[in-house]
């Protein structure tokens, strides 16, 4: 999922949150930033905005289906964080060039608020694939506010991530026990390499008599190897219905012959997924 148009859309989107004055004030910095290539400017006009704009949450009336406006209703995108990726959006589209580097060091400077709508975002700015770095930097936190920012419902891992750093993003989030559920694009992303990590993990986990999130065997379908298909004999023996599950849907979608021998020893279970009975869907929400 990659948005295009994205200022304008984001403009229409203030227009009908912002008084005629606060819109006024933020269309005349623009065209002074942009005309003036005026670096002070910018950081004034970015700090000043917490000042004028409220941080209240966006409230759109759709009269049709809009993905824009879906993804920020989904991310309950605020006016103050609209208003911050507007600004932005707008000089980068004038002279790219010359504000890159201005936008990425505000990116560097921010506190963690203000980071978190950098990367809930970022999707959303011109040349987005520029700031690549800045979202794999926020990988290495502990802070679960500032990690889901990049993972949660958010398109730009799946655009712009290579394996590893998918990779990476994935067992993180397993690990720091997010909701895996609200990471987009699991199935298109799902690679050979992924598929022994979780193995690997899950083996860690057993090890130590821990529990493994059912969701967290979803990218493993298509690569079951002997290991994995041990793997999936241990889920579908499992007391736990949700590993059952779990290990049902491997099995069937991975079309492997293994796997669906496997899964014929559970009739119960085989015809549960035949019917879309169980989905990844309905075993997160257990």
């Avoid at 860690?204 to 079951?224: G, K, M, N, Q, Y």
């Amino acid at each position: 999922m990659e948005f295009t148009n994205s200022a304008r859309n984001l403009e229409i989107v203030l227009q009908q949150h912002l008084d005629s004055a606060t819109s006024s004030w933020l269309q005349e910095k623009i065209e002074l930033i942009c005309n003036t290539t005026s670096t002070k400017d910018l950081y004034l006009t970015y700090s000043l905005l917490a000042s004028k704009v409220a941080a209240t949450e966006v409230n759109i009336v759709q009269l049709e289906e809009n993905p824009f406006i879906n993804y920020l209703t989904g991310q309950k995108a605020t006016i103050l964080e609209v208003a911050r990726i507007y600004l932005l959006s707008k000089v980068l589209e004038t002279n790219a060039t010359f504000f890159e580097p201005k936008v990425a060091n505000i990116i560097q400077v921010a506190d963690t608020g203000e980071l978190i709508t950098f990367l809930k975002y970022l999707i959303l700015l011109p040349n987005a694939e520029n700031y690549k770095q800045v979202a794999v930097e926020a990988l290495r936190t502990n802070i679960a506010t500032v990690f889901d920012a990049i993972s949660a419902r958010n398109p730009y891992p799946a655009v712009y991530f290579n394996d590893q750093q998918w990779n990476q993003m994935y067992l993180k989030a397993a690990f720091m026990e997010r909701d895996l559920s609200t990471i987009l694009k699991v199935d298109d992303r799902a690679n050979k390499d992924l598929a022994r990590i979780i193995s690997d993990y899950a083996h860690e986990r057993w090890a130590a008599s821990r529990t493994i999130d059912p969701l967290f065997w979803r990218p493993v379908a298509h690569f079951l190897d002997e290991t994995l298909l041990d793997d999936m004999q241990r889920l579908l023996a499992s007391d736990d219905s949700a590993e059952n599950k779990a290990g049902s849907l491997c099995c069937f979608r991975s079309k492997n012959d293994g796997a669906l021998e496997i899964l014929n020893k559970y009739p119960d279970r085989l015809k549960e997924v035949e019917t879309g009975i169980v989905t990844w869907e309905t075993i997160k929400n257990e």
